[in-house]
């Protein structure tokens, strides 16, 4: 966003080309760092389960997406606007699904099928997106189900979710569905929902017991918040998570909280979780971690 047409003076034009320039080369030594894991931190048994995930097409698709709508500077002023006065009566979920912006990137195809070891014809039966949002993350994996539901609280973004022809299911009435799902998406949830380790526990009831598969995403360091109209407050259940780096969180929600919660885990990466920008950043980033669960036999 540093190159701009109205700057005349040469020195001026030069002078900002230098920043995009400078710019541009700190973001791509960056990327390397994004998808990187200090196995040794981990127990061996862990070890074993951690797949390298790296940049791909996809991603760098939706980067470069992000980039061209931070240059469209009239209308990340509108949305600021209309955000900031807003703001006022409705959560920031639901303006966002307003606008459509403010959309997610947490896999591509390719590294789903990594992480799930299968390739791109594998296709299964039903999936359940928890706490779907617009529905642009997993649509990106919509093709490997025969029927895709999805839950969502903010009405904005359950428009968005019957636009793109999610199956919609009450948030709080999908668990009593009469069948099981083969695969649960639950992605960037844990930490923002009220009741989390509920959560876990009628995941584990509604998912096929054998051949079911839960994918959850946490970003790291776990902060947990809940999103309660315009305010964020405290979760009613707590889900304490010990260490201080990545690699020492990941080993504690592993032994502390899906393994008490009768889950198991098959391979798990790290990857960026991406969110489109706005005026002061072309997009933010935070960091995930994505897990491959089964139900414990």
Not at 242 to 264: I, R, Y
Not at 277 to 283: A, E, M, Q, S, T
Request: proline share 3%; net charge negative.
């Amino acid at each position: 966003m540093w190159v701009s047409p109205y700057v005349r003076s040469r020195t001026g034009r030069l002078l900002l080309e230098r920043l995009a320039e400078n710019d541009c080369q700190e973001l791509e030594t960056e990327k390397t760092s994004w998808y990187k894991c200090e196995n040794v931190a981990l127990l061996e048994e862990l070890q074993a389960k951690f797949v390298e995930s790296s940049l791909d097409q996809e991603t760098e698709a939706f980067l470069q997406n992000c980039h061209e709508k931070a240059d469209a500077v009239f209308t990340q002023i509108g949305h600021l606007l209309f955000k900031g006065f807003f703001g006022f009566f409705m959560s920031v979920t639901t303006a966002n699904g307003i606008l459509d912006r403010g959309s997610m990137f947490v896999f591509s195809d390719a590294q789903f099928q990594r992480l799930m070891n299968v390739d791109g014809s594998w296709k299964t039966g039903t999936m359940l997106d928890l706490g779907a949002g617009d529905g642009k993350v997993t649509s990106v994996i919509k093709h490997h189900f025969d029927e895709v539901y999805a839950t969502e609280q903010s009405p904005s973004m359950r428009w968005r979710l019957q636009d793109k022809g999610f199956k919609l299911l009450d948030e709080s009435e999908w668990m009593k569905v009469d069948f099981k799902f083969d695969v649960i998406a639950c992605l960037n949830l844990l930490d923002r929902c009220d009741k989390p380790l509920t959560l876990l526990s009628d995941i584990k009831e509604t998912l096929h017991p054998e051949t079911g598969r839960l994918i959850v995403a946490v970003v790291l360091p776990f902060r947990p918040l809940v999103e309660s109209g315009t305010k964020m407050i405290q979760p009613s259940e707590v889900i304490t998570v010990h260490g201080n780096s990545w690699e020492e969180q990941v080993q504690s929600l592993v032994e502390d909280v899906f393994e008490p919660s009768g889950f198991t885990v098959e391979l798990f990466t790290r990857v960026p979780y991406l969110c489109e920008g706005d005026l002061y950043k072309d997009f933010y980033i935070l960091d995930d971690a994505l897990f491959v669960l089964k139900v414990s036999q």
